[in-house]
């Protein structure tokens, strides 16, 4: 099987996104002033403090944002796919490309948003090499953030993964090298700071870490910062892009604005970091190691 039958189709480029951007802002199907361009945009929970000030910021700029929350039950990207949304903003782009390779959809990313480390949590130890052999680990059962946390520990060189390990299908049993036994369990992820008193270490989503009271600065080990599989994108549908142009140029701006940037670093004091990164940049560099390997 192709790598492009993996993860099926391959994102829109930043590159694309902006020649779509260009064309399409001399459209009559624009909205007819700059002051009506509006989007109506899907998140979650744990990020709804930060969509809410960007809607409120984006009125600054003759943008109308509506801001819906659902909640972790309600499959956001089916949702924008039925037309329910113009846009939904909560995954990272590896998740984008593996849902839209299942579901054979063809789902776009438009923006990027905020990068949020994985980390290594323990309530028994200080530092990764305390790690003993044996020791339990609890990871996410999620396949998106199940591999990004196997390549987490391989990065941490608590194990080895094979060369052609499979971001789409690769579990635990793909592991080649695992020199301190690790018991490796999985659970869901919202449950993983809950299991802390029964493992040695937990790798905690950093959303859901969050809301359990752990700073990203506390871990034993996290992700680098700039790792563009796990960038969070703001989702689109290409012929929403196309006829709301303006909107999301307009969102770019209020996106990547010095206060919206204040507002991540002081209201989420690390554990969301925001990403100054394009999207053409991060698409361009996720395809290239991971979309043609």
């Known amino acids: 099987m192709s790598k492009k039958s993996k993860w099926g189709r391959l994102l829109l480029t930043g590159s694309m996104v902006l020649a779509v951007l260009l064309v399409s802002a001399c459209s009559s199907k624009e909205t007819g002033t700059a002051g009506e361009a509006s989007l109506k945009i899907g998140t979650t929970d744990i990020q709804s403090d930060l969509w809410n000030f960007v809607r409120d910021q984006a009125k600054e700029e003759g943008l109308k944002i509506e801001v819906v929350t659902l909640s972790g039950q309600v499959d956001m990207n089916q949702s924008l796919a039925d037309g329910d949304l113009e846009a939904n903003a909560f995954q990272h782009i ?166 919206v940037k204040e507002y991540i670093q002081q209201r989420y004091e690390g554990n969301f970091i925001p990403v100054t990164r394009t999207i053409d940049d991060v698409v361009e560099t996720f395809n290239k190691e991971y979309g043609k390997k």
């Open 94 to 259: 590896a998740y984008l490309t593996s849902w839209n390779g299942i579901h054979n959809s063809s789902l776009v990313a438009a923006d990027t948003t905020i990068i949020a480390p994985l980390g290594i949590y323990s309530k028994k130890i200080k530092n990764v090499d305390e790690i003993k052999d044996g020791a339990k680990i609890a990871i996410p059962n999620d396949q998106s953030n199940l591999v990004r946390a196997l390549k987490l520990l391989e990065t941490a060189k608590l194990i080895k993964l094979p060369e052609d390990f499979d971001l789409a299908k690769g579990g635990v049993d793909q592991i080649a090298e695992n020199p301190h036994k690790l018991d490796i369990i999985t659970a869901q992820s919202g449950m993983l700071p809950r299991v802390l008193d029964d493992v040695d270490a937990a790798i905690i989503n950093n959303g859901v870490a969050l809301e359990a009271g752990y700073k990203l600065d506390t871990s034993l080990f996290h992700e680098n910062e700039e790792e563009s599989a796990y960038v969070n994108v703001v989702a689109t549908k290409e012929d929403i892009l196309k006829d709301k142009a303006e909107a999301f140029k307009k969102l770019n701006t209020v996106l990547h604005s010095d206060k």
